[in-house]
């Protein structure tokens, strides 16, 4: 049961569902237990019932500096007293931005800015068809990469349905269910078995560099680099999802901590501190193809580069860099990770504790996972009453299953002896 008074949450939630379908706008916000917000600044949120919690949800890692931080706040009013919309040509702003981009991202040779991610993931998809004149895609079981009718599947499979093609939603059609490929992330015998059989009908592969939406699980060494040869081999694009990669580990985004530069890269989320943008970028011959420098593949949309998120965007690219965030959020990442290590050893809890950049887990099983199949090992009981216990103490932990926890510029000392304690706490009452 919760230690906290929800009161004006349960409210607020039953009001909501007489104006939204299901009191919320996202189905990513649905939860066990029903909470509802009131505020939020740099690392901590405020229910509506007063009720503070040190913050490693992040809006799914789209706060990367801390909440309504004053210096992206303060870039996007000035912005946007000067601009808004104009539904013609450019602004000086929208190309420093692409330049910045370009200068950090290895594979951006060209940039073009969207809203949210799903679209632009569905966009490099369609160019990757579109180049190739090819059919199949080839995604991985337990990434995710938006609402796309050819991406919309096999994210968190039930162990019954591994090895088919799992829609995520209703309405799909089965001619473009048939034309995805899903298989296991880090097996290299399986992207080289598929390109012998497919090679000439595969457009492109699209994959999360760092499969975060299982949890945190790197790339096996080698793994990265064997995609690309084969790729290059077959004539098919490599596509990076880095939606929730890019800026978060390094403003080169995985691709650069990697050392493997793909066609083309999506990246969003933290790109703008949680202002809504999002960015399609890649090699100059692919990125052409597209309708804005008059290639066949349309790309357009009435917000795309709105003033008020480039100029968030560019902030957190300057904010980034002159908060030595990325060292000191490691810094930050692993003195939590350490003494969560110490905590479940002294409390003789079979867990492993996984890190990547500012990312952290830990998964309640023994072995460190590599693909989808070893995460179906954990012990997700176990798992949901950890998290679940960490926000009764205060520390939003978010409790929905191998979902990651996110740093911000914003965590301080504090934040960090909070969630120790309450780590210890919770992990001691969970062992008896």
Same mark, same amino acid.
């Given at each position: ?47 509506? %019932? ?10 799914? @890692?789209?706060? &990367?500096? =801390?909440?309504?931080? #004053?210096? /992206? ?113 880090? %097996? ?10 497919? @090679?000439?009908? &595969?457009? =492109?592969?699209?994959? #999360?560099? /760092? ?222």
């Amino acid at each position: 049961m919760p230690s906290q008074k929800l009161d004006q949450s349960q409210e607020l939630s039953e009001r909501a569902r007489k104006a939204i379908p299901g009191g919320i706008n996202s189905y990513a916000r649905k939860f066990d237990r029903e909470l509802n917000w009131d505020s939020g600044s740099g690392s901590r949120i405020t229910d509506v %019932d007063g009720n503070e919690y040190v913050d490693y949800l992040q809006a799914w @890692g789209a706060i &990367i500096l =801390g909440h309504c931080d #004053e210096e /992206i706040n303060a870039a996007v009013t000035e912005a946007e007293s000067q601009h808004d919309l104009y539904g013609y040509g450019t602004t000086e702003l929208e190309v420093d931005v692409a330049e910045r981009i370009q200068h950090h991202v290895p594979s951006a040779e060209k940039v073009l800015f969207g809203v949210t991610g799903s679209e632009v993931t569905a966009h490099a998809t369609r160019l990757a068809r579109g180049v190739t004149d090819r059919r199949k895609i080839i995604k991985f079981q337990g990434h995710y990469h938006g609402w796309y009718d050819s991406l919309a599947m096999n994210h968190l499979t039930e162990p019954e349905k591994l090895g088919t093609n799992d829609p995520d939603t209703a309405g799909l059609l089965d001619e473009i269910v048939d034309e995805t490929i899903v298989l296991p992330f880090n %097996d290299e015998d399986a992207i080289r078995e598929t390109f012998a059989e497919h @090679g000439d009908e &595969i457009a =492109g592969v699209i994959l #999360e560099p /760092i499969a975060h939406n299982m949890g945190c699980i790197p790339p096996r060494p080698g793994y990265l680099e064997t995609l690309r040869e084969v790729t290059d081999d077959y004539g098919s694009l490599l596509i990076f999802d880095e939606i929730i990669t890019g800026f978060r580990h390094d403003l080169g985004g995985a691709q650069k901590l990697e050392g493997v530069t793909p066609d083309l890269t999506t990246m969003g989320k933290s790109v703008a501190n949680g202002y809504p943008i999002s960015i399609l970028c890649g090699k100059e011959e692919y990125m052409n193809q597209l309708s804005p420098a008059g290639g066949p593949v349309a790309f357009g949309g009435t917000y795309n580069a709105h003033a008020g998120s480039l100029a968030a965007a560019r902030e957190t690219m300057t904010e980034l860099d002159e908060r030595n965030f990325h060292e000191e959020a490691k810094a930050y990442r692993d003195r939590i990770c350490d003494a969560l290590e110490d905590i479940l050893e002294d409390n003789g809890i079979t867990a492993t504790v996984e890190k990547y950049g500012t990312v952290f887990l830990t998964y309640f099983m023994e072995d460190t996972p590599h693909e989808y199949t070893d995460v179906l090992e954990q012990n997700e009981e176990l798992y949901m009453d950890y998290r679940w216990g960490m926000v009764d103490e205060g520390i939003m932990m978010v409790p929905k299953n191998v979902r990651r926890n996110y740093i911000t510029a914003a965590h301080d000392d504090e934040d960090a002896r909070r969630t120790i304690e309450a780590a210890q706490d919770v992990l001691s009452e969970l062992s008896q």
